[in-house]
């Protein structure tokens, strides 16, 4: 079908853009946080597609990466969950923190999405954790509950990891204020935790 688009956008709506390719409209349903991150009418656009057929309708979905796409066939795949259901959890939250929540087993915030209870999110975690790619996600970082990325990385921010989930916040905040405390590589244990508090604190 339609891979992508490539046009002027014409006009913004709520969860939705038009862009006009050639003269011609296309009206394409997207994440909220995606739209936001576009640079405005009249800008030129890429947009990868996905196209939903149904008896009684067609209907576009896209997203400014095709990494983006790739999760949301993923998430239409699992029990329960059509398009819209994940394009609400794309508009949420980012890819990299879904796939953070995912492989985390962090349900919590899977299910603070519009219309996702957290037997969906269970369902979610469970039918997608071995399919997504940790080496998409926080420069290959991760807690050493993902077995295949603990070899990969500094023990000192897996100790921080655990320790601010013991604290009581959750894996995917853990894992993204680690990421984001910009410690050098040969920080120790305490020093990543305070740099990770103050992206915490923000």
Not at 185 to 202: M, S, Y
Request: zero cysteines; hydrophobic letters at 45%; aromatic letters at 6%.
């Amino acid at each position: 079908m339609i891979g992508f688009l490539k046009g002027t956008l014409e006009a913004v709506y709520n969860e939705r853009i038009q862009i006009d390719v050639n003269g011609i409209g296309f009206n394409v349903n997207m994440p909220l946080s995606q739209i936001e991150g576009l640079e405005g009418m009249g800008s030129y656009v890429k947009i990868y597609t996905y196209m939903a057929v149904r008896e009684d309708a067609m209907q576009l979905y896209g997203f400014t990466t095709a990494d983006s796409l790739d999760l949301f066939k993923m998430l239409i795949q699992v029990n329960g969950i059509g398009p819209k259901g994940a394009l609400a959890l794309l508009s949420s939250m980012t890819t990299d923190d879904l796939r953070f929540a995912i492989m985390s087993g962090d349900s919590k915030t899977i299910s603070k999405a519009p219309g996702i209870g957290a037997k969906t999110a269970q369902r979610i975690i469970i039918d997608l954790k071995d399919k997504v790619s940790v080496r998409d996600m926080l420069d290959n970082y991760s807690v050493n509950k993902i077995s295949t990325a603990t070899e990969e990385m500094n023990s000192a921010r897996a100790e921080a990891v655990e320790a601010l989930t013991a604290l009581g916040y959750s894996a995917t905040d853990a894992m993204k204020a680690v990421r984001s405390a910009g410690a050098d590589d040969d920080a120790d244990t305490e020093t990543i935790i305070k740099l990770a508090f103050r992206q915490l604190a923000k």
